[in-house]
T-cell receptor, first 114, second 113 residues
Framework: NAGVTQTPKFQVLKTGQSMTLQCAQDMNHEYMSWYRQDPGMGLRLIHYSVGAGITDQGEVPNGYNVSRSTTEDFPLRLLSAAPSQTSVYFC?????????????FGQGTRLTVV | SQKIEQNSEALNIQEGKTATLTCNYTNYSPAYLQWYRQDPGRGPVFLLL?????KEKRKERLKVTFDTTLKQSLFHITASQPADSATYLCALEVTGGGNKLTFGTGTQLKVEL
């Protein structure tokens, strides 16, 4: 049972490049989310999804897009990378509203934008 | 605005003692509060969840209290061990469901021999 898998683990981008951070879960969870973690800031919610075909913005959505075409996958797209997007990105998943709401996190993607 | 505060200073304690970490929040009426452990270079790992109608929750050497009047949660690790050294995060759900979490910045705990 792999849990939440994120790829890549590390990435360096040049300003203006685009890329997709991949996230997949094999627990049949309804809810999936993307967070970024910066020193002294804690984890901040970027986008989230409560089911396939449904996404919404979190606290810091600008510069990022998401889609949820399947229950398993929730990719995060950086449209035009900026140095301010240098961060560690975590994907998380959890069961739906009526069940246990603990979140399962991936190992993270460390992104550097130069 | 909604805010979660954890002691940003590292907590150093001696092995065998009880570690107590604090999480204070403002402008929230959370249905539940969660505690996570994070090791360097790893994602957070869930430890405990406590609901608004629960005063205390225990799991092995861990204990969490939740005081909605004080707007505070305390996280205790009894008989602490060096392996407990990590950063501990508290998290509240943002209103609207979907398990959208707002995290504190975390408290680093170091248990020394």
């Amino acid at each position: 049972n792999a849990g939440v898998t994120q790829t890549p683990k590390f990435q360096v981008l040049k300003t203006g490049q685009s890329m997709t951070l991949q996230c997949a879960q094999d627990m049949n969870h309804e809810y999936m989310s993307w967070y970024r973690q910066d020193p002294g800031m804690g984890l901040r919610l970027i986008h989230y999804s409560v089911g396939a075909g449904i996404t919404d913005q979190g606290e810091v959505p600008n510069g990022y897009n998401v889609s949820r075409s399947t229950t398993e996958d929730f990719p995060l797209r950086l449209l035009s990378a900026a140095p301010s997007q240098t961060s560690v990105y975590f994907c998380a998943s959890s069961y739906g509203e009526a069940l246990n709401t603990e979140a399962f996190f991936g190992q993270g993607t460390r992104l550097t934008v130069v | 605005s909604q805010k979660i505060e954890q002691n940003s200073e590292a907590l150093n304690i001696q092995e065998g003692k009880t570690a107590t970490l604090t999480c204070n929040y403002t402008n929230y009426s959370p249905a539940y509060l969660q505690w996570y452990r994070q090791d360097p270079g790893r994602g957070p790992v869930f430890l405990l969840l406590i609901r608004e109608n629960e005063k205390e929750k225990r799991k092995e050497r861990l204990k969490v209290t939740f005081d909605t009047t004080l707007k505070q949660s305390l996280f205790h690790i009894t008989a602490s061990q060096p392996a407990d050294s990590a950063t501990y995060l508290c998290a509240l759900e943002v209103t609207g469901g979907g398990n959208k979490l707002t995290f504190g910045t975390g408290t680093q705990l170091k248990v020394e021999l």
